[in-house]
């Protein structure tokens, strides 16, 4: 057993109506899951995410038009561009526009 309770997310709708679906969505994280993925080439997504410049923008457009990646690329480049935000607003929202052109996914969309 772990000494850990593995990290949850739920959510749900603030109200539900007699009689209508509603959507309950829930997250379990495994205790042995990390969080980093890695590409083909082994190279960590999470941590292009702490670098502060427009050169980790390039590799997460390429990462973030591959499927099984793109939702992790999506979020690192959200945090490249939170970095970015105060020295260079414009290159900020350009990376972002990069990554909206690039993620296909709806999961992905919502996280640009």
């Known amino acids: 057993m772990s000494k850990h309770a593995p990290r949850t997310l739920v959510t749900a709708p603030n109200r539900a109506v007699k009689g209508e679906s509603v959507t309950i ?18 190279e960590l997504i999470a941590a292009l995410g702490e670098v502060g410049g427009t050169e980790a923008v390039e590799p997460l457009v390429r990462f973030a038009g591959q ?11 959200v945090r490249v561009a939170r970095r970015l935000q105060a020295s260079s607003p414009d290159a900020a ?8 052109a690039a993620v296909r996914s709806a999961e992905a969309k919502q996280i640009v």
């Open 93 to 100: 929202a350009a990376a972002l526009e990069r990554l909206r």
């Open 25 to 42: 969505r829930a997250l379990a994280q495994h205790p042995m899951e990390n969080g980093f993925r890695r590409n083909e080439l082994g």
């Open 67 to 77: 499927p099984s990646l793109e939702a992790e690329a999506a979020a690192a480049g």
